[in-house]
């Protein structure tokens, strides 16, 4: 039973926290992002429906006009986004939200729907993996029924809070997940990838200090993976981009604490001048001193990245020239 003292220290508590993260959120800039990304802008979402929130998966269409998100409580959503001339984000239209059903047509019980991942494979099945119950399902549109992935031993014992919270696809239809806190023995984080039916662990990401993968995409032949850290000033979020046919690992961006919120999803695509975008989504987690937003930024070619981290950091990736 909660008292009332303890209630009123929550709510004291929460204040001070949200008074924080305004503070932090209203410098003009992120205080230690990594050059060179650049920041675009972002889009605070609003909507009254009581499913709104929770976003944890994004999948942006290709021309940026759309989006597919889906909720760590189970449920997908369709928005219309607007533009200015220039690209930025100014306001998300024509919601419309529906229940993820489970393989028996129903809508997933509690016990299994936390959704946290989203992939859209070539042929145009849409994959998630979920982190309560850690599994990847498909199917065949948003709203139908899924067949689920086989998976691996491993899968069985990651935590509850911390499995199957990425995931990606690359041009051939392989299948990435990563676990947001399943390390190795020796810390390092385990990046599976499904290929002739069967899961293996392609390569480890080592510990980031306190960041966790929470996103991935892949986008002609880079894999980039979206990681996130917490701390009493607020959420702290570092992209880093890996090519999977080896070659100079790169750490895009690295923002202060309360710069963002808690970005979760991750979309990379090219806007309509070609260049590469990447836009991310927070978990608002349904709490009302947080906020849903997109946040983008325009990320440089592969390549072009200064201050890129040693080959060493990804052990098993194929190394390039």
Known sequence: MITRAAARLAQILALT??????????LPQPARADPPAQLI???TLTHPGKWFGG?????????GGS????????????????RQADGRLIGAQGWKSARLLGTDGAALPRERTDSEGLALLPDGRICIS????ARVECRDRIDGVPTIVPGVREFEG?????????????????????????PARDGRIPVYRRQDDSWSVAFHLPAQGGFRPVGADILEGQLYVLLRSFGPLGFQSRLMRLPLAGGVVERLMQTGPGVHDNLEGLSVWRDGDGALVASMIADDNQNWFQRSEIVEYRVPEPGRVEGALPPSFCEGLPRGT
Do not use: H, K, W
Request: aromatic fraction near 4%.
């Open 41 to 43: 802008g972002s889009l």
């Open 158 to 182: 990651m935590p509850v809070n911390g499995s199957l919270e990425a995931l990606a696809v690359d041009e051939q239809g392989a299948l990435y997940t990563i676990p947001e806190n399943a």
């Open 17 to 26: 926290l949200t008074l924080a993260l305004a503070a932090l959120a209203s």
């Open 130 to 133: 979920f982190e309560n119950i």
């Open 55 to 63: 976003f944890s998966g994004l999948a942006m269409a290709p021309d």
């Open 67 to 82: 989006a597919l998100l889906i909720t760590d409580r189970g449920r997908s959503a369709r928005v219309r986004l607007e």
